[in-house]
Nanobody
Framework: QVQLLESGGGLVQAGGSLRLSCAAS????????MAWFRQAPGKEREFVAG???????????YYADSVKGRFTISRDNAKNTLSLQMNSLKPEDTAVYYC???????????????????WGQGTQVTVSS
């Protein structure tokens, strides 16, 4: 059974930092595209950052405009983990953050939640002003 388990969420003041982690189990995700999404109350789930293999084992990263320059996505294939370093946090970053994975992602689909087969349960991030 494939499982994605997020950790690292919490309460932080505006301007602070948090690091989220996603531990994958049940299979090796080396060849999978993986991403972080978030969902605030009353809003749709939105893409935050993602990685996909762009042919020839070139790992390409993507970011939502709202987090560019503040968030950094990384993955450790040896440990089957995905991370999200979040700096300069703002109150509008408050949401439940989800880890997601899928074997077939393209430039056109990586930012769409419907493209992913596997999801974690989410971790709450709250940024106070």
């Amino acid at each position: 059974q494939v499982q994605l388990l997020e950790s690292g969420g919490g309460l932080v003041q505006a301007g602070g930092s948090l690091r989220l982690s996603c531990a994958a189990s049940g299979r090796t995700f080396t060849s999978y595209g993986m991403a972080w999404f978030r969902q605030a109350p009353g809003k749709e789930r939105e893409f935050v950052a993602g990685t996909r293999w762009n042919g020839g084992w070139i790992l390409t990263t993507y970011y939502a405009d709202s987090v560019k320059g503040r968030f950094t996505i990384s993955r450790d294939n040896a440990k089957n983990t995905l991370s999200l370093q979040m700096n300069s946090l703002k109150p509008e970053d408050t949401a439940v953050y989800y880890c997601a994975a899928d074997q077939a992602l393209s430039i056109a689909t990586i930012q769409k939640a419907s493209s992913y087969d596997y999801w974690g349960q989410g971790t709450q991030v709250t940024v106070s002003s």
